[in-house]
């Protein structure tokens, strides 16, 4: 059984450009939520997907998109990249329903400049 | 409301001594409490939870203590060694309808453990 994966490992972007960060969930598991940490600071969280829709958004603004796909995969977008969204966005799955547990990928550290 | 704060911010302690952080919440509608343990590079990864129906739950040398009239817990290390030496969160959340909540994190508290 593998964990939660995520890529790019790292990633610089100049401000005004698109990004996107992949995750795969942990195996049996159809909940994910993303997570942004700056560094110093604890996660905050973005959103969550089950079962491909949007199950709760976070005090982010709307070009913080997702995409969550049949195989619980899922996508984060962010558009017109501002300096500071410069952090390690983190991946975390569940098995959902019935399941509070979350579990954490390694993160991507995206830099802005 | 949704805040959860954390204490102390950083923490040293000698090898085989006890290391206590502690947190606290407002919203009385939290019903999970993890803690998380994140070395640099690396993301959280879950140490122990417990639900508000329990005041302790340990696993190994790690202890939750739960103060429910308080609204407090409390992560307890025993027999702390340097490779505990990491930066801890705890976090709190809510479930609504049985599906996984969002996570609320607190500040963190960077732990080193002298040899």
């Known amino acids: 059984e593998t964990g939660v994966t995520q890529s790019p490992t790292h990633l610089i972007k100049t401000r005004g450009q698109q990004v996107t960060l992949r995750c795969s969930s942990q195996s049996g598991h159809n909940t994910v939520s993303w997570y942004q940490q700056a560094l110093g600071q604890g996660p905050q969280f973005i959103f969550q997907y089950y079962r491909e829709e949007e199950n709760g958004r976070g005090n982010f603004p709307p070009r913080f998109s997702g995409l969550q796909f049949p195989n619980y995969s899922s996508e984060l977008n962010v558009n017109a990249l501002e300096l500071d969204d410069s952090a390690l966005y983190l991946c975390?799955?569940?098995?959902?329903?019935?399941?509070?547990?979350?579990?954490f990928g390694p993160g991507t550290r995206l830099t802005v400049t | 409301q949704q805040q959860v704060k954390q204490s102390p911010q950083s923490l040293i302690v000698q090898k085989g001594g006890i290391s206590i952080i502690n947190c606290a919440y407002e919203n009385t509608a939290f019903d999970y409490f993890p803690w998380y343990q994140q070395f640099p590079g690396k993301g959280p990864a879950l140490l122990i939870a417990i639900r508000p129906d329990v005041s302790e739950k340990k696993e190994g040398r790690f202890t939750i203590s739960f103060n429910k009239s308080a609204k407090q817990f409390s992560l307890h290390i025993m027999d702390s060694q340097p490779g505990d030496s990491a930066t801890y969160f705890c976090?709190?959340?809510?479930?609504?309808?049985?599906?996984?909540?969002?996570?609320?994190f607190g500040q963190g508290t960077t732990l080193q453990v002298k040899p």
């Open positions: 976090a709190a959340s809510t479930h609504g309808s049985g599906n996984t909540g969002k996570l609320i």
């Open positions: 975390a799955s569940s098995p959902g329903t019935g399941s509070y547990e979350q579990y």
